[in-house]
């Protein structure tokens, strides 16, 4: 198995415990994406082919980019047809939500308002994270709430859409860190 990402970029992590998806996040994802990352570095140069068709499947499943639009985005990422890690890892990070999707959905829980109770936020979240989540690795309940309760700490009566959008983003990252500590990405 592999040993800590402190060796540097050549070294393949483990893949996190859910407790450490929970302690940090960051490290978390970046321990998914490096041995992602890894499994695409068909030679080991430390560079994937953008046109890799592994690649575009996982970052189609892996974030929030639309299958019809994950060339354009991995090509933005590119430099000379190949991401590194560190562009893989920023591609993930800068697509980790819909922002489109989750103002749309603000708006039609806001109506009129400029806040959402916490409790609908909440309340759509859960129906959300059914929908980012295979049945084949259904997350326990127990670790659910977990998530919620994360990403609902701070949160007052009502939340703003700044809140809501960061949140929903944050949830995002949670359910699809756990997802892959869980049960991998693979073809």
Known sequence: MGSSCSSGDSVVPDPPSEQEVFDNLDVAEGKIWRIAFAAFDDDKTGRIDAGHELLKMYIAEASAVQSDQVETTIAKYATDGFLTLEAFKKLLAENAVNETFVLSTFQSL????????????RM?????????????????????????????????????????????????????????????ISW
Not at 110 to 121: I, N, R
Not at 126 to 150: A, H
């Open 124 to 184: 759509t979240l859960e129906r959300l994270g059914s929908s980012l989540v295979p049945q084949d690795c259904d997350l326990p309940e127990p670790v659910w709430e977990k998530v919620l309760d994360k990403v609902m700490t701070g949160a007052d009566v009502t939340v703003s859409m700044e809140f809501f959008i960061e949140r929903c983003g944050l949830f995002h990252r949670y359910v699809r860190t756990l997802r892959q500590q869980k049960n991998p």
């Open 110 to 121: 806001a109506q009129t308002e400029d806040t959402v109770e916490s409790f609908a936020m």
